[in-house]
């Protein structure tokens, strides 16, 4: 009997997720992206875009399209969509996994000053460097707006919200990035300081070790903790990679139920709604 996943996220794990499962006999795949970024590239499998309408309008999409398992593999600062997905899946039964690459860890000779948000590097920013170069993503630049003595270089994949800092220059890019690429840029910019979240991952671990070589301070946004409503999920579970992931569905995705037959003397057929 044939299942369907839903993989939540356009992170480089749920793309190559996506096309492991689409490969898989009786297995359909969709990739569900939140719509942020305008060109997202080639997904395998089905995609959808835009929200679901909160935790409610995604149990009704479990149960409307009959899925079997959800994988939560949205970035580690996605914590609206993971408590969302957490209550859908315990509304509906449907097991989950959320699928987190493991954080990054300071090593010998790295200058990092770990803070819990994004007002608080702004707060910090002052006090390590005039010119700063930001990577925390195009949204929450209005937690810098207010710093108009420093020079931002602002890295994104899109254009970045307004508000944001006065003095901004733009760079629009896409990892993997390399260290001798990122060392280059931190130099032809001057960069006294550099702003990233704990995203994990190798794609952009890159900036790190050049700031490390070049002995520039480093703050690191913390990592929001997992919902508590992901705990009440009885057959929720966090794993760190790929390869976890696919052995958890293994053992847990289940194929949906057969809709119920409406009333007999109707004769009517069933009808998703």
């Known amino acids: 009997m044939s299942?369907?996943?839903?993989?939540?996220?356009?992170?480089?794990?749920?793309?190559?997720?996506?096309?492991?499962?689409?490969?898989?006999?009786?297995?359909?795949?969709?990739?569900?992206?939140?719509?942020?970024?305008?060109?997202?590239?080639?997904?395998?499998?089905d995609v959808r875009v835009g929200g679901f309408g909160g935790a409610d309008g995604l149990a009704s999409w479990l149960r409307e399209h009959r899925v079997d398992a959800v994988v939560d593999a949205t970035h580690p600062f996605a914590e609206g969509i993971t408590r969302n997905a957490a209550l859908a899946a315990t509304a509906t039964g449907v097991p989950v996994v959320v699928l987190r690459r493991p954080g990054w860890r300071p090593g010998p000779g790295d200058r990092w000053h770990p803070v819990a948000s994004l007002p608080a590097a702004a707060e910090l920013l002052p006090r390590l460097g005039r010119r700063v170069f930001l990577t925390t993503g195009r949204l929450g630049l209005a937690a810098f707006a207010h710093l108009a003595e420093a020079h931002f270089v602002v890295r994104s994949?899109?254009?970045?919200?307004?508000?944001?800092?006065?003095?901004?220059?733009?760079?629009?890019?896409?990892?993997?990035?390399?260290?001798?690429?990122?060392?280059?840029?931190?130099?032809?910019?001057?960069?006294?300081?550099?702003?990233?979240?704990?995203?994990?991952?190798?794609?952009?671990?890159?900036?790190?070790?050049?700031?490390?070589?070049?002995?520039?301070?480093?703050?690191?946004?913390?990592?929001?903790?997992?919902?508590?409503?992901?705990?009440?999920?009885?057959?929720?579970?966090?794993?760190?990679?790929?390869?976890?992931?696919?052995?958890?569905?293994?053992?847990?995705?289940?194929?949906?139920?057969?809709?119920p037959p409406g009333p007999a003397a109707s004769g009517a057929a069933d009808t998703c709604p």
Do not use: N, W, Y
């Not at 794990?13 to 590239?41: I, K």
């Open 3 to 45: 299942s369907h996943i839903l993989v939540l996220g356009g992170t480089a794990e749920a793309r190559e997720l996506a096309v492991v499962l689409a490969a898989r006999d009786g297995v359909r795949v969709t990739s569900s992206l939140a719509g942020r970024v305008t060109r997202p590239g080639a997904l395998a499998g």
């Open 157 to 259: 994949i899109e254009p970045p919200e307004p508000p944001m800092p006065p003095d901004t220059h733009l760079l629009l890019a896409r990892g993997p990035f390399t260290v001798a690429g990122e060392k280059e840029l931190l130099r032809e910019h001057r960069i006294d300081v550099l702003v990233s979240k704990d995203s994990g991952g190798a794609a952009t671990a890159a900036k790190l070790s050049a700031a490390r070589e070049l002995g520039l301070p480093v703050v690191v946004v913390r990592r929001p903790p997992l919902p508590p409503e992901l705990t009440a999920v009885p057959d929720g579970t966090v794993v760190p990679d790929v390869t976890a992931v696919l052995e958890r569905l293994d053992r847990t995705a289940r194929p949906a139920p057969p809709t």
